[in-house]
């Protein structure tokens, strides 16, 4: 059987790149944020891709990130771990040229005491309280600061994605603040802080999932085809029902096509019949509920059944798709299964 087929447009990347970076001025640099697998789309041609479309600086989550990362794209860009310097980490930064972005006082200390001398970043709590140190942390390593090779200072918005959510500009003021005295390049903007405007800018932004085409970046090209090959169809008359539970019963005579992907796959159950499989252009409802491995669809008003049926497409967009599941496009794109065959093109 043909695999299920996850299209990625490389193409399309590389142009919401260009386009987040039109939006800041051409002193700031503009980096790119490829943690968990680029978002799931694969970190080897995201990364290259990227690169090639200009890009110089990226950020992972993990250390063990960076490595892969690094392997992928060679020694010709920057890349930041957001996690810090994790103890058990320390071989990793230097075999791969990993910078931290120290985010407490420990990794200060701990980072001073195997890595003098090494680029690092410091990360900042401006208000979102997940990451960073806060002005006092801050304070009570100034004394290590001359000694450290720090590159960059960042922090991160909570509530970017709102903008007219106040923590915004409270964040811009915090962040402000405990940088003032600091001559270091800072970065403050994911996708979200990007759109807010030039205030938000500094130095380097970091957009993320804009690059894959999410929102809040709403403008962005699409990136992601997911196509699911149609293993059997079958017809059944009414009063029957589909899948477990028997949740769906037909109401009229009906063609039922059954399709290789699932919740393991990461097509999430709880979206269920919000969610259609398209024929090129024509929607197809599920119906029943969504298994492991298969999903079924009323495929009764297709002329022509095709063999495989698309559940993200330029319609039903990786968004359109977390709104069907009550999610976010960030846990669509991260979920996206390992049984797919990942197709990289560039139109
Ligand atoms: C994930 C992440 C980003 C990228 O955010 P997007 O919303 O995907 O653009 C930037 N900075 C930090 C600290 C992050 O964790």
């Known amino acids: 059987m043909p695999a299920a087929v996850l299209t990625v447009n490389l193409s399309a990347i590389a142009a919401n790149w260009r386009s987040l970076d039109a939006m800041t001025a051409n002193a700031v640099e503009t980096a790119a944020v490829i943690k968990a697998n680029a978002y799931g789309l694969g970190v080897g041609p995201v990364g290259l891709a990227l690169i090639n479309a200009g890009a110089r600086t990226f950020f992972v989550a993990l250390a063990a990130e960076g490595v892969r990362l690094r392997q992928e794209i060679g020694p010709a860009a920057r890349i930041f771990v957001f996690s810090g310097y994790m103890r058990g980490d320390e071989a990793a930064f230097v075999e791969a040229d990993l910078i931290p972005l120290l985010n407490s006082a420990d990794q ?7 890595a003098a001398g090494a680029a690092c970043g410091l990360q900042l709590n401006s208000g979102m309280n997940r990451l960073g140190m806060e002005a006092e ?31 915004n500009a409270a964040q811009l003021a915090a962040f402000n603040e405990m940088t003032a005295t600091l001559d270091t390049a800072r970065s403050f903007a994911a996708t979200g802080g990007v759109l807010l405007g030039a205030g938000y800018h500094m130095e380097l932004t970091r957009p993320g999932i804009g690059l894959y085409g999410g929102a809040p970046f709403v403008e962005a090209q699409p990136v992601v085809t997911l196509s699911l090959p149609v293993i059997q169809t079958r017809d059944v008359v009414i009063g029957e029902s589909v899948g477990y539970g028997a949740t769906w019963v037909a109401t009229r005579p009906s063609r039922i096509a059954t399709v290789a992907g699932g919740y393991a796959d990461g097509l999430i159950r ?14 197809c409802p599920i119906v029943g509920r969504i298994s492991m491995d298969l999903v079924t669809v009323d495929v009764t008003d297709l002329a022509n059944i095709p063999s495989a049926l698309d559940i993200i497409n330029t319609v039903q967009t990786v968004d359109v798709l977390a709104e069907a599941a009550g999610t976010i496009g960030y846990e669509i794109l991260t979920s996206l299964g390992g049984r797919y065959e990942r197709r990289y093109t560039e139109s």
């Open 108 to 114: 200060v200390l701990h980072f001073l005491a195997k």
């Open 270 to 283: 709880a979206m269920g019949s919000n969610a259609a499989l398209y024929a090129g252009d024509v929607a």
């Open 137 to 167: 942390e801050l304070a009570s390593v100034v004394e290590h600061l001359p000694a450290l090779n720090t590159v960059l200072v960042m922090s991160h918005l909570a509530c970017a994605d709102e903008p007219e959510h106040p923590q």
